[in-house]
Each structure stands twice: as C-alpha cells, then as structure tokens.
C-alpha cells in the first residue's frame, strides 16, 4: 500500500524525501528490531501472551475471472508486560475470563 516507487523517486530527486531503497531498508531494520525484540519480551516471566488464528475466505465480491478466491490463514498476538510479576496471574485470569466470554458469544451466533 501507499505510493508507487517512480513517485517517491521524483520526490527524493526534489530533495523532500528519502530514495525508495533508503526506505525499505529503513523499514527491514525496523522489522528486525521488532523481531528481535519480541523475541526476548515474550520469555519474560513477567509477560503475557495473547494470540489467535483467523481464518479468511474472499468471497466473490473479492474475486475476478478466473479466479475462486483463496483462504488465508493470519496469526495476530499482543505481548503484554506487566509492572510487577504478581500482576501476571491477575491479568491471566482476566484474559482467560475474556476469551471465554468471546468463544460463548461466538458459539451462540453460529
């Protein structure tokens, strides 16, 4: 998403912004911090973990000719650290109360 390559080139030859290639390496740093850091936060003992699997079909509003659409599967998870370690079991125990409150509420649609 955002604007193409030839734009940002124009634009960093005017001077107004980095080169498209300064960019992505910009952004391949970020995300490798990002995943180093997660590395390390989620084996805290002070931290929480909260994920969940989606599964997506596209359905034909989202298809073209010749093509029946694919499922996509996205993991999303949040890490969440509290300030002190006797907090972990409260905040569990309320993320626990959450999910199940979501999973009855998803059950009861279907």
Same mark, same amino acid.
């Given at each position: 998403?955002?604007?193409?390559?030839?734009?940002?080139? @124009?634009?960093?030859?005017?001077? #107004?912004? &980095?080169?498209?290639?300064?960019?992505?390496?910009?952004? &391949?740093?970020?995300?490798?911090?990002?995943?180093?850091?997660?590395?390390?936060?989620?084996?805290?003992?002070?931290?929480?973990?909260?994920?969940?699997?989606?599964?997506?079909? &596209?359905?034909?509003?989202?298809?073209?000719?010749?093509?029946?659409?694919?499922?996509?599967? @996205?993991?999303?998870?949040?890490?969440?650290?509290?300030?002190?370690?006797?907090?972990? %079991?409260?905040?569990?125990?309320?993320?626990?109360?959450?999910?199940? #409150?979501?999973? %009855?509420?998803?059950?009861?649609?279907?």
């Amino acid at each position: 998403m955002g604007v193409k390559r030839r734009v940002l080139q @124009v634009l960093a030859g005017m001077g #107004i912004c &980095e080169t498209y290639h300064t960019i992505n390496k910009l952004n &391949e740093s970020i995300a490798a911090n990002g995943l180093n850091h997660l590395a390390t936060a989620g084996s805290r003992p002070d931290a929480i973990i909260v994920y969940d699997n989606f599964d997506y079909h &596209e359905q034909v509003r989202h298809q073209r000719v010749g093509d029946h659409g694919d499922l996509k599967s @996205v993991t999303s998870g949040k890490v969440i650290v509290t300030k002190r370690g006797r907090d972990v %079991a409260i905040y569990k125990s309320q993320v626990i109360k959450l999910l199940n #409150i979501t999973a %009855a509420l998803s059950a009861s649609r279907l």
